[in-house]
């Protein structure tokens, strides 16, 4: 599975960016989609996840309700959107795939996701 993530760029806080991931794999619907992103001098954290399904989502504590994450599998394709941007979401965004095999509707972990995409570059000025 080949994942580009595109949608990054350089914002105001305050401002919106929505990022988006897509998917070359056919089965798409198959995959639990995550975002990750990783700042300068941190490690790569959890950001939100889609279940295989669409119909879960999760998010972490420090989104406070404003991202949305969601998935279109008519164009293999997921979406985060990021509205209230503060200047401690500047990071690099990675999106992240992983096909759902269990019971469980998403995972927050890195290590649970077999593949990924490049990243995307978001800035936010204070």
């Known amino acids: 599975v080949q994942l580009q993530a595109s949608g990054g760029g350089l914002v105001q806080a305050g401002g919106s960016l929505r990022l988006s991931c897509a998917a070359s794999?056919?089965?798409?619907?198959?995959?639990?989609m995550a975002w990750f992103r990783q700042a300068p001098g941190k490690e790569r954290e959890f950001v939100a996840v889609?279940?295989?399904?669409?119909?879960?989502?999760y998010y972490a504590d420090f989104v406070e309700g404003r991202f949305t994450c969601s998935r279109d599998d008519a164009e293999n394709t997921v979406s985060l959107q990021m509205n209230s941007l503060k200047s401690e979401d500047t990071a690099v965004y990675y999106c992240?795939?992983?096909?759902?095999?269990?019971?469980?509707?998403?995972?927050?972990?890195?290590?649970?996701?077999?593949?990924w995409g490049q990243g995307t570059q978001v800035t936010v000025s204070r």
């Open positions: 794999e056919r089965t798409f619907s198959r995959y639990i």
């Open positions: 992240a795939a992983k096909i759902s095999t269990s019971g469980y509707s998403y995972y927050i972990r890195a290590a649970a996701y077999t593949y």
């Open positions: 889609v279940s295989s399904t669409g119909g879960s989502a």
